[in-house]
């Protein structure tokens, strides 16, 4: 999907990385930490965010736990603001560890997530370099 629309191989590294320690990849996860309505999907959106992914589905006519859904809202929130400025380094850079840290620090935004040296941070990172390898 992302290939398709121009981001590089190091960027859908991050992305598979980042949706792999959110969620495990599971459209239906849910994590109800932190109050409010929890969690939900692959990116796991809470508050406003998760709000729209529901409106997003429905405005595509899809259900929210489809993965059509859940990547083209992922997409879409992407490419217009949720990284701010950030994505067009993110959409084409060549390391994947960079990337990583930039999709974990602008969008998915969990706690010290801005901290390079963020255990979390570094665990994402190193598992981002390992699927680079193994993507085309």
Known sequence: YFKLRGYSKAARAAIIVNLQSESSLDLNAFNSAEGGCGAYGLAQWRGPRQTNLYNYAKS?????????????????????????????????????????????????????????????????????????????
């Open 60 to 136: 595509i006519g899809k259900e929210v736990d489809t993965f059509e859904a859940q990547i083209g809202f992922l997409y879409r929130e992407l490419e217009t603001g949720e990284m701010g400025t950030a994505i067009t380094s993110f959409r084409i850079s060549t390391n994947p560890s960079d990337a990583s840290f930039l999709f974990s620090s602008k969008f998915e935004r969990f706690k010290g997530s801005s901290n390079p040296n963020n255990p979390e941070v570094k665990k994402r990172q190193r598992l981002a370099e390992q699927i680079f390898k193994t993507l085309v």
